[in-house]
């Protein structure tokens, strides 16, 4: 990773969402920002994985995202034969929230699914946990899965600090930083277990769609939450990002 990257990390992003995906991809190598760009379906990460090939900095990652339960059916085996190769994982994980609400069942089954398919060779695994953040620690727990990323986070302090108990890191987005909850929630994350994120192009900055290079704005939130200068901030960032990746176990 240190080859790769200029120390910034955009640890979960969703590239192949803009209308632009091929400028974002090149803008963000051109930077050199380390950008695991998730994705929400197994066939997406097909096509994004062949689009991406050339690229040092932006990594696809392997995703069945929660709120896509309906389409599960057809891509779960797809998972499960991609997963053997696959260096990232993500979007994977649950949503209880009211967008989620009337496919918990098969949520639940598709997380398990994801988590058998990956417990034996861990990895850098992004994961979704909105209103189901108890649930999605017991499995990760059950599955021993771990460590993992918790990517906007959005729980209660006792699950952060269940999940920091279990070894879990956490992406913060430029959403998170302006408001007085995720500050709080911030506030109570340890420091070495900080990861930088975009959610582009779901989360906004402004009136645009966040977009890789805006995690800079996070790193600026962070130097006051800290108290720390923007350079060691950058620096910690990129160390837990490393940390992280020393955890997971080289694929075929």
């Not at 990232?88 to 949503?95: Q, S, T």
């Not at 861990?122 to 979704?128: M, N």
Request: aromatic share 6%; proline share 6%.
């Amino acid at each position: 990773m240190r080859s790769e990257t200029n120390g910034l990390v955009d640890a979960h992003c969703h590239v192949d969402m803009y209308p632009d995906p091929e400028g974002i991809a090149r803008e963000a190598d051109r930077q050199r920002i380390a950008t695991i760009a998730v994705t929400n379906l197994p066939s997406h990460y097909r096509l994004l994985s062949a689009h991406l090939k050339n690229y040092r900095s932006v990594h696809p990652a392997l995703g069945l995202h929660p709120l896509l339960a309906e389409r599960h059916g057809a891509e779960r085996s797809d998972f499960q034969k991609l997963a053997g190769k696959a260096r990232f994982i993500g979007e994977v994980g649950l949503d209880h929230s009211e967008a989620g609400k009337g496919t918990e069942h098969e949520q639940q089954v598709s997380f398990r699914v994801v988590l058998e398919s990956i417990n034996k060779c861990p990895r850098f695994v992004t994961v979704h946990s909105r209103g189901a953040e108890p649930l999605v620690l017991d499995l990760l727990s059950e599955y021993q899965v771990t460590p993992v990323v918790l990517h906007w986070y959005s729980g209660s302090i006792a699950c952060l600090d269940r999940a920091v108990e279990m070894g879990h890191y956490f992406s913060v987005n430029p959403a998170m930083i302006r408001n007085a909850k995720g500050k709080a929630l911030i506030s109570r994350m340890p420091k070495e277990r900080v990861l930088t994120e975009s959610d582009g192009p779901y989360c906004q900055v402004g009136r645009q769609a966040a977009r890789p290079w805006d995690v800079s704005m996070v790193l600026a939130g962070l130097s006051i939450l800290w108290d720390m200068p923007s350079p060691s901030v950058i620096q910690q960032v990129h160390c837990n990002a490393v940390a992280l990746m020393s955890f997971s176990h080289s694929v075929p």
